[in-house]
Each structure stands twice: as structure tokens, then as C-alpha cells.
């Protein structure tokens, strides 16, 4: 994260959770690319938008926590 980025706040990361079944499968795969190092060989959509749902709202409670502080 650079020094202007701004930490997502919790609407926003509810957002991009509940945009997960509207993005494409190659906007999916570029979501996945971007918070795991390697492609399952599981490419069913359902599980992963699951697995995508999880690093995703993670960043809901890092956002929870910052602005409770």
C-alpha cells in the first residue's frame, strides 16, 4: 500500500464482496491473481467467488479496526 492510499472502509469492501457474482470470469481471475500465488485447478465460479469472499472481506475488519482507533 502506498503513502496516499486510503484504507477501504467497510461499505466499500462490502461492495466489492457483493459485486463478486456480477464480474466476469476474467475479472474474477484477475481478482484471484492478485491475492493467491498460484490457479486452482478448480475453476468452478461458486467456489471462487467463496475463496475471492474471504481475503476480500478480511479487509473489512482491517477497515473496522482502523476506524474504531
Not at 457474482?21 to 481478482?31: F, K
Not at 491473481?33 to 475453476?43: I, S, V
Amino acid at each position: 500500500m502506498t503513502a496516499h492510499a486510503t484504507s477501504p472502509t467497510p461499505a466499500s469492501v462490502a461492495a466489492r464482496v457483493a459485486a463478486l457474482p456480477h464480474l466476469s470470469m476474467d475479472d474474477l481471475w484477475a481478482l484471484w491473481d492478485d491475492h493467491f500465488e498460484e490457479r486452482p485447478h478448480h475453476h468452478h465460479r461458486v467456489w471462487l467467488e467463496s475463496r475471492l469472499a474471504s481475503p476480500t472481506s478480511k479487509l473489512l475488519g482491517v477497515a473496522a479496526t482502523k476506524a474504531c482507533a
